[in-house]
Nanobody, 125 residues
Framework: VQLQASGGGLVQPGGSLRLSCEASPGTLDYYNIAWFRQAPGKERVGVACITASDGSTYTSSFVKGRFTMSRDSAKSTVYLQMNVLKPEDTAAYYC???????????????????WGQGTQVTVSS
């Protein structure tokens, strides 16, 4: 499984960005995918995930209402739409796959074991 994240950049507070994660063909049909982020000096945390079987998504409370995860299976790509960005959203964002098929992605942050490279998001005026 290969994952390639893109779409990061510098944005002003209150702005928007959309991150993309292109996966190997077929990946989204079988494996749950998640977005994580890691700010300098902090631990990596799960931001959002999508369950392969039904496309249901889960968004962590600290971004709920501002971030939305979606997928386009035809393009083998997942997205993270980020709105009303805040300086505390500054981090490297990573997409990851859980290579154990089946089950919801909810509550399984520690199961994600295949990682793409990160894309940097900087929110600053």
């Amino acid at each position: 499984v290969q994952l390639q994240a893109s779409g990061g950049g510098l944005v002003q507070p209150g702005g928007s960005l959309r991150l993309s994660c292109e996966a190997s063909p077929g990946t989204l049909d079988y494996y749950n995918i998640a977005w994580f982020r890691q700010a300098p000096g902090k631990e990596r945390v799960g931001v959002a995930c999508i369950t392969a079987s039904d496309g249901s998504t889960y968004t962590s409370s600290f971004v709920k209402g501002r971030f939305t995860m979606s997928r386009d299976s035809a393009k083998s790509t997942v997205y993270l739409q980020m709105n009303v960005l805040k300086p505390e959203d500054t981090a490297a964002y990573y997409c990851a796959a859980d290579l154990k098929p089946g089950g919801t992605c909810l509550g399984r942050w520690n199961e994600f074991d295949s990682w793409g490279q990160g894309t940097q998001v900087t929110v600053s005026s």
